[in-house]
């Protein structure tokens, strides 16, 4: 099933080029130019097509995609660096109170040493 005909947006900076006479050759159009024409009809088939599809389909897909960029993550990072999520009590007892050291074992040094009587 094609999509019906979509009048074509008008073609980038056309009108430009008489703007600028110094040049006498003008500029080639640029790369991604082509692929920014292409973008609005891309995305309105795009929306018919899931639009079409059931709904269990598509979230299936989904879930598919999200778990192969979730292992391509891992991969990249490495699964040691991802920190366990500290739960409330912990997180704001300590670390927060004047002069007591944070989990990397600096002081909050400016907060002890700071007077104002200089």
Known sequence: PAPPPLQPPPPP????????????????????A???????PLQQVWRE?????DESDSDEK?????????????????????KKKKKKSEKEGRRHKEGKSDKDGKHNKR????????
């Open 62 to 82: 989904c879930k598919a995609v999200k778990s192969q960029n979730e292992a391509k993550r891992r991969e990249r990072k490495g699964e040691k660096k991802r």
């Open 49 to 53: 097509s899931s639009s079409s599809a």
């Open 34 to 40: 082509a692929t920014n024409r292409l973008e609005r």
């Open 13 to 32: 900076r056309q009108q430009r080029q008489h703007e600028l006479p110094r040049n006498e050759t003008p500029t080639p159009p640029h790369p991604l």
């Open 111 to 118: 907060s002890k040493t700071r007077t104002h009587d200089s």
